[in-house]
Each structure stands twice: as structure tokens, then as C-alpha cells.
Nanobody
Framework: EVRLAQSGGGSVQAGGSLTLSCIASGFTFDERDMGWYRQPPGKKCELIGSISTDGRTSYGDSVKGRFTISQDASKTTMYLQMNNLKPEDTAVYYC??????????????????WGQGTQVTVSS
């Protein structure tokens, strides 16, 4: 059974840092490109970054230069390091075995390649 379990997140002041973790079971990241999505309150879901099976990363303009995606050597834990956080980064963050920017990881949500979500709140 495929599962993604997230941890981390919380509340931080603007300019601070947080790290989110995403642990996979039932598959490894050698098998799927992985993405991080976020859903701000009252706003559209956004794919903020991704990492391919060969480790290439890509970031949305809203987080480029501030967020970093990485994976551990076992290819079962993925991280989202978030630096210089801004109030507009406030959202629920999801890891996913999906990188489609157009449908908020619908396939991943339907198939289990979707984390449970983690709240990140940034205060000014």
C-alpha cells in the first residue's frame, strides 16, 4: 500500500525557516517524480516545486531562491526546506507523487500518492 506521511510545519514569524518532511512507504522516489503543493486559505492550489527521479529540482517563481527540495539517500524521505518565509507562504502544504501543475495533484489524491497535509502559518 502506498502512503506518504508528512511532518514538520507550524507557526513562524516572517523571515524565519521551517522544514517539512515526507516519508514514503510502499514505493521509493526512484519510481516517481515528486512534488510539493500548497493550498493557501481561499486561494488556488499551487505546485511550488518538484524533484525528478534523477534528482533534478524545479521551483515556482513564488518560492525560487527561498525553498529547497531534497531527498535522503534511501529515497524514501523528501524534505522541503523553507527559508525567509513570508506571510503569503501561509498555506497547507502537501507532498505528492505527482507534478501536474494544473489540477492540484488530482491523480495523486485519487491513488494515495498524496500526503495528509501540514499547516504552515507565517505571521508578519
Amino acid at each position: 500500500e502506498v502512503r506518504l506521511a508528512q511532518s514538520g510545519g507550524g507557526s513562524v514569524q516572517a523571515g524565519g525557516s521551517l522544514t517539512l518532511s515526507c516519508i514514503a512507504s510502499g514505493f521509493t522516489f526512484d519510481e516517481r517524480d515528486m512534488g510539493w503543493y500548497r493550498q493557501p486559505p481561499g486561494k488556488k492550489c499551487e505546485l511550488i516545486g518538484s524533484i525528478s527521479t534523477d534528482g533534478r529540482t524545479s521551483y515556482g517563481d513564488s518560492v525560487k531562491g527561498r525553498f529547497t527540495i531534497s531527498q535522503d539517500a534511501s529515497k524514501t524521505t523528501m524534505y522541503l526546506q523553507m527559508n525567509n518565509l513570508k506571510p503569503e507562504d501561509t498555506a497547507v502544504y502537501y507532498c505528492a507523487g505527482d507534478t501536474n501543475p494544473d489540477d492540484c495533484g488530482r491523480w495523486a489524491r485519487d491513488t494515495g500518492y498524496w500526503g495528509q497535509g501540514t499547516q504552515v502559518t507565517v505571521s508578519s
